[in-house]
């Protein structure tokens, strides 16, 4: 019996061995699903805090997206944020400047959605050092930020990149940010920090990251977008801001690379130098939408290498309810920033909008230059519209309305600028601004157009050939804008506005936001002509707190407001303008101006 019981198990025995012959190996599968956020703005909660409404799309309903997925075993999730979450909306504000003490809410809620890493963007640096030195402690996953490098210890200030292992994967994620934060933002809040070129950045740290980590997938986390030639840049040029699809072409190695910074919904590929294709992938701002990367891996014993299919998906946010633990856990959050916006700081006597400050000189943006002139005793202001759809109500003011009057927490710097360099700088703005017209029937604004003169359209409207945030106009002076002319052409100073002549060879001190003065749009660099390095040496005299701030207390001062147009400058033709921003008005906004 014995015997045959041996021969029984050699027979077993050979018959595995012959199957395993035979049958082919099987295969090893694990299904990834990388979700991406990005320029949420303090989309945190269903709430807009500054219009006080409910809103269709915030983390709270991303939250309920990211557990269904989660509740797929079949699957791993790996959550990520790809910058600008620090900025925009009164909550953030509250937590950056006035609630110091406490964990940072940004750091309160990523905490709990689990997210495994993120990127720091330029709007996260905003706030200074106070603020994201303290919650890079607080967050429990990494914080990144490769080409930011401390200029004491010249490695990177924030981690440079993550490695992250799901079902035998290992997956690196590189962080990037924009490297133009030094041209917008004042250098006490950057300070310590190099900013340096994205494509170097990344092809140094690829090369660490395979030598040391050797990845089975590599993930590009980059704050910057995709056009290399916004705002005149190119791909020669250093230091590009907009660099994310230029890595994707110049570094080799990537399997994706979600894109932040600019705002728009991107899916699609490119070929890297060798000749592979990388997905790129970026979200809507204000959690409107999210994307994701969903790479499947599968590999045989025979093969020991991984096979990857990667598709990439946008997914809008608004389909989903928010969920309801996460409400349930910021309820008391949500209730005492409510009851801190609605605080009543003054009252207006009129209703004043955006919409007008399109088109010409407005009560919005001369309130805005009133309190620079009074806060600084400058002899010209600057001002520009930040936001292209506010209105503030007749009647009484709160602290929400500060969000609308002035979106960004730039801070108001004097500087000393010629007549001619003030003159320039307005040609710049005013040439990006308004189309040259050539009868009374053409456009007033300039638009976006192809190749044929056609209009280049966004979400059913034309879009504006620059960045609106840049369209600045003075107080202090009086000149006129004749849009017949073209750019360049088009400004023509009178007086100073307390009468006294206004001479182009003369010094002046100038009010001015951070944003531009430190070269923010090109319009002293590119407009006025002064060299970057210079512009730090015309600095007089800079706030400690961000402008919203003063103007806040200017209101709660003055207690009643009465918003008017200073009427310092008109555009010319004065009927072509008529009619230009009538036809432009209701193609932006699809309302008439009313005079």
């Known amino acids: 019996m014995k015997k045959q019981s041996v021969l029984f198990s050699c027979f077993l025995i050979a018959c595995i061995l012959t199957l395993s012959a035979i049958l082919p190996l099987q295969a090893q599968t694990v299904k990834l699903k990388l979700v991406e956020t990005s320029d949420v703005h303090g989309s945190l909660f269903p709430w807009d805090f500054i219009n006080d409404k409910p809103t269709s799309a915030s983390l709270a309903q991303v939250y309920s997206y990211v557990e269904e997925q989660r509740r797929d075993t079949g699957q791993s999730i790996i959550l990520l944020d790809n910058g600008d979450i620090l900025q925009g909306q009164p909550l953030v504000y509250y937590y950056n400047f006035e609630d110091t003490k406490t964990e940072h809410i940004c750091a309160s809620v990523m905490n709990y959605m689990k997210y495994d890493a993120a990127t720091v963007g330029n709007h996260d640096i905003e706030p200074g050092h106070p603020v994201y030195d303290k919650i890079v402690k607080e967050f429990k996953f990494p914080w990144m930020a490769a080409n930011a490098v401390d200029t004491k210890t010249c490695e990177p200030y924030f981690i440079p990149y993550t490695i992250l292992n799901r079902n035998g994967v290992k997956i690196a994620i590189l962080g990037l940010i924009t490297p133009g934060v ?24 690829v090369e660490i990251i395979r030598e040391k980590e050797h990845p089975d997938v590599l993930i590009g986390l980059l704050h910057a977008g995709v056009d290399e030639n916004y705002e005149s840049q190119t791909a020669e040029i250093p230091l590009n801001e907009n660099a994310s699809q230029m890595v994707a072409k110049q570094v080799p190695g990537f399997d994706a690379i979600f894109v932040g910074h600019d705002h728009h919904g991107w899916n699609y590929t490119v070929k890297d130098p060798d000749g592979k294709e990388v997905l790129i992938l970026g979200t809507l701002s204000g959690s409107r939408t999210a994307t994701e990367a969903t790479i499947v891996l599968s590999k045989t014993a025979e093969t020991g290498r991984w096979k990857k299919e990667i598709s990439g998906n946008i997914i809008q946010i608004e389909k989903y309810l928010p969920n309801k633990a996460f409400m349930s856990e910021f309820e008391p959050v949500i209730n005492k920033i409510k009851a801190y916006v609605a605080k009543p700081i003054g009252e207006f006597t009129e209703t004043i909008s955006t919409h007008e400050s399109v088109f010409g000189d407005s009560p919005f943006i001369d309130l805005i230059q009133q309190i620079q002139l009074e806060l600084t005793h400058a002899d010209v202001s600057f001002a520009a519209l930040l936001s292209f759809n506010a209105e503030i109500k007749k009647g009484k003011v709160y602290v929400r309305d500060m969000f609308n009057l002035y979106k960004y927490e730039n801070l108001l710097y004097t500087m000393k600028l010629s007549g001619q360099e003030i003159k320039d700088y307005l040609e710049y703005s005013y040439g990006q601004w308004f189309n040259q017209m050539k009868n009374a029937d053409d456009n007033l604004i300039n ?20 960045s609106y945030f840049n369209f600045s106009s003075a107080a202090g002076i009086n000149y006129i804008v004749d849009v017949s002319k073209p750019a360049g052409e088009r400004i ?60 806040m207390k200017w209101i709660e001062d003055k207690k009643i407001v009465n918003p008017e147009a200073l009427n310092n400058w008109s555009v010319i033709p004065k009927d072509w303008w008529e009619k230009g921003k009538e036809k432009d008005a209701k193609l932006l906004f699809k309302e008439n101006i009313i005079h």
């Open 492 to 551: 023509t100073i009178s007086a100073l506005t307390d009468g006294k002549p206004f001479d182009l060879k003369k010094s002046y001190t100038v009010a001015i936001n951070s944003y531009q003065a430190n070269g923010g749009g090109g319009l002293l660099t590119l407009g006025a002509k002064i060299p970057k390095d210079e512009i730090t040496g015309r600095i007089v005299t800079t706030t400690p707190k961000d402008l919203r701030y003063y103007l």
């Open 182 to 205: 030094p041209m917008w933002l004042p250098e006490k809040i950057w300070s310590g920090i190099d900013f340096q070129d994205m494509v170097v950045s990344a092809k140094k740290w």
């Open 447 to 466: 638009f976006r157009r192809d190749d044929k003169g056609n209009f280049i359209l966004s979400h059913g409207s034309p879009q504006l050939a620059a």
